[in-house]
Structure formats: structure tokens, C-alpha cells
């Protein structure tokens, strides 16, 4: 089974404070992404990478930066984080090829912004 | 740019009754997407559809995709209260692997 992991469940920071959302995948997928979830809001997508050191921006990457040093390992960065980035924060990974190229999820790390 | 919608986006209904779940997408896609996700959990696949009249059936959920008219449904028959959860659809545009998702649809199954 496809395993996506998120450094932590439950994360609470000061405004201002520089955070760091960690995902890893063992399933060697090429592909990884970052999403927020809020109420009414459904999934957007903040940024994904479609290889090593490679990233696009998604839909709403204001505010945010990604690294992908490692192909397993996919890290989210608020430089400077605001109360309008608590959120839920859902991590996928799917491959890069293939017919159906499904995404599997991670437990979602809930960030508070204080 | 892909829009997703789905309605109803709450549904309350009674054990043992059917419903059905709407997704619309507005640019042509090849692939389709139904997930489920419990409170506080993350999502869950439930299907992917790849092609026009596709239909995926798990227990007593029946997902259909109807590429001409740009809407995939997600069919419930006797609904049993296990089910309660919100059920997204996701789209994929035509080119790489990118997914648009829809609002989700929060189902509450009542006794």
C-alpha cells in the first residue's frame, strides 16, 4: 500500500514565525502536492512537483514556497505565516505516468496561526 | 480554467433511502475521481473513472461518468448510516496530473 506521511497532525505558531509542513511517500511516485482544505472551500492547490527540484504553482501559492530536494520528500514553507493560513493541509502523491495516476493522501496536518 | 461543482453540497437523508450525488466539470477531461473523507481523517479513494459511460460500483455506492455532458454521478441505494462523510469528485485536466476538486458533498445518514 501506498504510505503518505505528514510531519506532524496538529502544528499551533505565532504570526510571523517561519513554519515547515513536511511530506514523505514511499511509493517512489513522481508526483507531489500540496492542497489546504477549508470549510465550503473544498481542496485548492497550493503548489506541486512533478520531479527532483522541479515545482509549479497551483491555484493559490501566495504566501507559501516548496522544496523538493528528495524525490520521497516534499516540504511546504510558510515564510512568514498569518492568521489567514490556518487551515488543514493535505499532502498527495500520485505517478507520474500510467492510466489512471491516482493521488493518495496523507493525514493532513491542521495548522493554527496565532 | 477547470471548474468543478458538486450539489447537493449537504445532504441529510434516512436509512435505507437512494440519493444521488452530482458532479459537473467544465472543460473536457479524461479522468474522474471520487473520494471520501471521514471527520478529521484525510481522503480516501473510492474511484476513478476513465472514460465515457464508465461505471464503478463498491457495495452500495455506484459512481457513472458522462463525458458529453461533463457530470459524473455518485449513486447511494439504501443508505446505511456508515456511509455519513463527505465525498468529493476530482477532475484531471486533459494534460498532466493535476486534479481540479469539486466542494465536496457532506452526507449525513440518519436512522
Known amino acids: 500500500d501506498v504510505k503518505v506521511t505528514q510531519s506532524s497532525r496538529y502544528l499551533v505558531k505565532r504570526t510571523g514565525e517561519k513554519v515547515f509542513l513536511e511530506c514523505v511517500q514511499d511509493m517512489d511516485h513522481e508526483n507531489m502536492f500540496w492542497y489546504r482544505q477549508d470549510p465550503g472551500l473544498g481542496l485548492r492547490l497550493i503548489y506541486f512537483?512533478?520531479?527532483?527540484?522541479?515545482?509549479e504553482k497551483g491555484d493559490i501559492p501566495e504566501g507559501y514556497s516548496v522544496s523538493r530536494e528528495k524525490k520521497e520528500r516534499f516540504s511546504l514553507i510558510l515564510e512568514s505565516a498569518s492568521t489567514n493560513q490556518t487551515s488543514m493541509y493535505l499532502c498527495?502523491?500520485?505517478?507520474?505516468?500510467?492510466?489512471?495516476?491516482?493521488?493518495?493522501f496523507g493525514p493532513g496536518t491542521r495548522l493554527t496561526v496565532l | 480554467e477547470l471548474k468543478v461543482e458538486q450539489n447537493p453540497l449537504f445532504l441529510s437523508m434516512q436509512e435505507g433511502k437512494n440519493y444521488t450525488i452530482y458532479c459537473n466539470y467544465s472543460?473536457?477531461?479524461?479522468?474522474l475521481y471520487w473520494y471520501r473523507q471521514d471527520p478529521g481523517k484525510s481522503l480516501e479513494s473510492l474511484f476513478v473513472l476513465l472514460s465515457n459511460g464508465a461505471v464503478k460500483q463498491e457495495g452500495r455506492l455506484m459512481a457513472s461518468l458522462d463525458t458529453k455532458a461533463r457530470l459524473s454521478t455518485l449513486h447511494i441505494t439504501a443508505a446505511v448510516h456508515d456511509l455519513s462523510a463527505t465525498y468529493f469528485c476530482?477532475?484531471?485536466?486533459?494534460?498532466?496530473?493535476?486534479?481540479?476538486f469539486g466542494e465536496g458533498t457532506q452526507l449525513t445518514v440518519n436512522p
Open positions: 472543460t473536457t477531461s479524461d479522468r
Open positions: 476530482a477532475v484531471r485536466e486533459t494534460s498532466g496530473s493535476r486534479l481540479t
Open positions: 512537483s512533478y520531479d527532483v527540484k522541479m515545482k
Open positions: 498527495a502523491s500520485s505517478p507520474g505516468t500510467g492510466l489512471i495516476r491516482k493521488q493518495f
